[in-house]
């Protein structure tokens, strides 16, 4: 049973466009949402998180969106470039456990 | 923050072997966890390793293929045993500092068992 759904295994989108990934989940119950960043041969870095009780977060060229009703979130990234070029897990927190959905692989072309 | 070193960053082992993977970070913490990414999934919790107590594993995991040692606040070993081709896969250890930063994770491990 997946809790953290990504069902989009891959991404391509033109620099300097939004690029958006989606994700949904199942459990109720998590208390905070994540994204992690990953390149090849290196492990997953933390990108950005919303806790269960906002529905936006900003950093930068970064915006996650979660919506409790329809247990979905997303991340999107404004303007895109290159080297955002990566897998891009949706994780499910709660109380220091996390969930991990299968990634994204965005492709970003110049 | 935390960084983490693994070693080895990665290693082809015979079936029927073992391999034990290295975790070091350069603060202390109380937990550190262990994952394991099989090809074209996400990844899995094996276990969470705490200083001074058995380690905690996961549904589907267990002591006697993946024994892990943490003997000081700032190490810890994961031994992937008596492996088979199903073992392949990048393995990481991480570490929660807190907050809703999630966990800090080392580059990982990639073992491809013949």
């Known amino acids: 049973d997946q809790q953290v759904k990504q069902n989009s295994p891959s991404l391509s989108v033109q620099e300097g466009r939004i690029s958006i990934l989606n994700c949904d989940y199942t459990?109720?119950?998590?208390?905070?949402f994540l994204w992690y960043k990953k390149y090849p041969a290196e492990g997953p870095t933390f990108l950005i998180s919303i806790s269960s009780i906002k529905d936006k977060n900003e950093d930068g060229r970064f915006t996650v969106f979660l919506n409790k009703s329809a247990k979905h979130l997303s991340l999107h990234i404004v303007p895109s470039q290159p080297g955002d070029s990566a897998v891009y897990f949706c994780?499910?927190?709660?109380?220091?456990?996390?969930?991990f959905g299968k990634g994204t692989k965005l492709s970003v072309k110049p | 923050s935390a960084v983490i070193s693994q070693k080895p960053s990665r290693d082809i082992c015979q079936r029927g072997t073992s391999l034990t993977i290295q975790c070091q970070v350069d603060s202390q913490v109380t937990m550190m966890f262990w994952y394991r990414q099989q090809p074209g999934q996400s990844l899995t919790l094996i276990a969470t390793a705490n200083q001074g107590s058995e380690a905690t594993y996961e549904s589907g995991f267990v002591i006697d293929k993946f024994p892990i040692s943490r003997p000081n606040l700032t190490f810890s070993t994961l031994t992937v045993s008596n492996m088979s081709p199903e073992d392949s896969s990048i393995y990481l250890c991480s570490v929660h500092m807190g907050g809703l930063e999630g966990q800090y994770f080392g580059p990982g491990t990639r073992l491809t068992v013949t």
């Open positions: 994780v499910g927190g709660s109380q220091g456990n996390l969930i």
């Open positions: 459990n109720s119950m998590f208390d905070y």
